[in-house]
């Protein structure tokens, strides 16, 4: 182990490790990957549904065999690898301090450093659900690792909480295996994760899905014996008189993604309020020199194969890096109307650069029509595309090229992202 690399990836998830193996092909000399768990794949380890793979590598893969195909591709490499190492703390000045059981105390430092630490679920806290405290509350990711990796069923009878993707395939996956799940709820009035986990989970299943309804009251003393459901209107009031009883033993909380940004925080990386996230530029660089962040990190996607070539695209970046600053002159990219988040949310106004890079945003509200969508720039539409729909759950990705810049004036300093229905 260095007390220097070029490059270090904290995170060995799809993120991190497509942005170890990119810096590796880019010149990065000393590249090091650091992992809190025992082994490289992060939370696709656990997935074992398929649905990963088709836009890199045009096949239809489970979770642990998509982590696979990078993680053979590591281990083929120098790359060094700390596997069940927490990261403490890291500085502006590109500091690492972390430990492990094997090595103690360790202190490191690296000329770049890729943020791809991924995200973690909102709690029953977080929501805020009222009633009592008994046993039987599990996030969907938890009781994902319990039924796939430790073989454990958590309950019998089942309520899901929020349509989440990960809600939706762990409904289907109990029903597998022998449980009653007797409703999925959903406090918005659309659907929050893809529409194909609706079809082949819930869908094909008979499994209820009730949107615009959430959980009044928890019941249950020891054991969670049942819940009580409630509509509500569109600024999320309960309306009375539309109470329900379900009894279950279990209630999975589906209830999204938040980017684990805690060691950004401490490094003064700005975030956006809207994601959550760093704020990045078209290379992944974040508003401290030197430091980069890639997939879920950054913002929650939908597709694991874009949070893999984001995590390239950071990758390049960190190893290209040459200790200095960020361009001075940047366009700030932002969300128009019907437009809810975006990254990047800057692009570097370096002309002499030729790179393509994607747009990645999702919009606020549902469009089951045809829609355009339209990038102003000084008050005039300069690039648009059109699409058959558009939903808040499918995240839209257009690429780019650096052709787009070559269009642009001077004084633009910012573009705007619209989504208008036709």
């Not at 979770?63 to 590591?74: C, D, I, K, R, T």
């Not at 309306?239 to 033993?249: K, N, R, V």
């Not at 950004?264 to 508003?287: C, H, Q, Y």
């Not at 809810?340 to 890079?357: A, G, H, M, V, W």
């Amino acid at each position: 182990m260095r007390d220097l690399y070029d490059v270090v990836v904290i995170g060995g998830g799809p993120a991190g490790l497509a942005s170890a193996l990119e810096a590796r092909k880019s010149g990065a000399n000393h590249v090091l990957i650091i992992e809190r768990n025992e082994e490289l794949g992060g939370i696709l380890l656990q997935c074992i549904h398929n649905g990963f793979g088709s836009v890199i590598f045009k096949k239809d893969y489970p979770g642990p065999l998509y982590a696979y195909q990078f993680v053979e591709e590591v281990l083929k490499t120098d790359i060094e690898i700390l596997t069940d190492t927490m990261v403490l703390d890291i500085t502006s000045t590109r500091k690492i301090y972390a430990n492990n059981i094997k090595n103690g105390f360790i202190e490191m430092e690296a000329k770049a450093i890729v943020l791809a630490m991924g995200c973690r679920e909102r709690t029953r806290a977080q929501i805020k659900i009222p009633g009592t405290r008994p046993a039987g509350f599990y996030n969907a990711g938890t009781v994902q690792r319990m039924v796939n990796i430790e073989g454990v069923i958590p309950g019998k009878e089942f309520v899901v909480l929020g349509s989440g993707d990960i809600g939706m395939i762990m409904a289907r996956r109990l029903t597998l295996e022998g449980c009653m799940v007797k409703r999925v709820l959903e406090a918005m009035p659309y659907l929050t994760g893809l529409r194909r986990n609706y079809v082949q989970c819930l869908q094909d299943f008979n499994i209820q899905l009730n949107t615009g309804t959430t959980i009044k009251k928890i019941i249950g003393k020891n054991r969670l014996t049942g819940v009580e459901t409630v509509r509500v209107d569109e600024s999320m009031a309960p309306i009375q008189g539309t109470e329900e009883l379900i009894s279950c033993d279990t209630l999975i909380l589906s209830v999204g993604l938040i980017p684990e940004n805690e060691l950004s925080r401490k490094a003064g990386i700005e975030l956006d309020p809207l994601t959550g996230g760093p704020f990045v530029d078209e290379t992944m660089s974040t508003n401290i020199p030197g430091i980069f962040a890639a997939g879920n990190v950054v913002t929650i996607y939908d597709l694991v194969d874009y949070v893999s070539l984001a995590g390239r695209t950071a990758g390049v970046s960190a190893a290209k890096y040459s200790n200095q600053h960020l361009p001075s002159d940047t366009i700030i990219i932002k969300p128009g109307n019907n437009v809810r988040t975006l990254i990047p949310q800057r692009i570097s106004l370096n002309k002499d650069n030729e790179y393509e890079f994607h747009l990645e945003f999702r919009v606020s509200r549902i469009f089951d029509k045809k829609v355009v969508v339209n990038i102003i720039g000084n008050q005039k539409v300069i690039k648009s595309i059109k699409l058959n729909y558009a939903r808040p759950a499918e995240m839209i990705t257009w690429k780019l090229s650096s052709d787009l810049l070559k269009t642009l004036g001077p004084r633009t300093k910012e573009l705007i992202i619209e989504v208008v229905e036709l």
